[in-house]
């Protein structure tokens, strides 16, 4: 009987269980992820964010660039098919202050928030910036604009402007790239729960 009492270890809870599983099959993507934000802050590779299905935010303090270009299109996710109609914006270069970027995942035991954050001493820097967004908010001038209509057979219309400088930016997106992308003070944190950067 006391060898059994000894050799005995209680069974942690079932939820505890659940979320210990989570954690160990979050942690290899969580490396990866990492592994890819770190060089794309040094500027070591190309960036490319898209969360499928899903939409992501990113919040600063203040973005400025030039050559921007905004062109109504359609996001389509690769797996589901779904369209989004979004505004398609490119911008040569681009600086922003106190970058937040944040994806919400959906799991069985619920949505976990990816956030990263950068440039809140020396702006983030990017190049060759195209991002796919369906919301954007914030105290905007423009320096030489230009919008016409575009030809077609479903028509368009394209803003083009030489310099843009977007106070409290907020916007939403479906897939964002860039020919360069500099995180300097790059973190990233991985927690449970809806905690988006706005």
């Known amino acids: 009987m006391n060898a059994a009492l000894q050799n005995f270890k209680p069974k942690p809870p079932p939820t505890r269980r659940r979320w ?8 290899p993507a969580s490396l990866a992820a990492g592994g890819v934000l770190l060089a794309m802050g040094t500027g070591a590779l190309a960036a490319s964010v898209a969360a499928s299905g899903e939409a992501f935010k990113v919040s600063g303090d203040r973005l400025s660039g030039s050559g921007f270009t905004a062109l109504p299109g359609m996001n389509v996710d690769p797996k589901t098919g779904a369209r989004h109609p979004v505004l398609v914006v490119t911008a040569q270069e681009a600086e922003l202050a106190n970058l937040c970027v944040s994806i919400l995942v959906k799991t069985p035991l619920g949505p976990v928030t990816v956030r990263v954050h950068a440039g809140s001493e020396e702006p983030v820097a990017a190049t060759g910036l195209v991002v796919d967004s369906d919301q954007l908010h914030g105290d ?41 992308f500099r995180l300097n003070g790059l973190s990233m944190r991985v927690t449970p729960g809806a905690h988006e950067c706005y």
């Open 20 to 27: 210990l599983r989570f954690w160990l099959l979050m942690a």
């Open 140 to 180: 905007i001038n423009f320096t030489d604009v230009l919008a016409r209509s575009e030809g077609g057979s479903s028509g368009g219309f394209l803003a083009r402007t030489a310099r843009v400088t977007v106070h409290h930016p907020r916007f939403t997106g479906w897939q964002g790239t860039a020919g360069s």
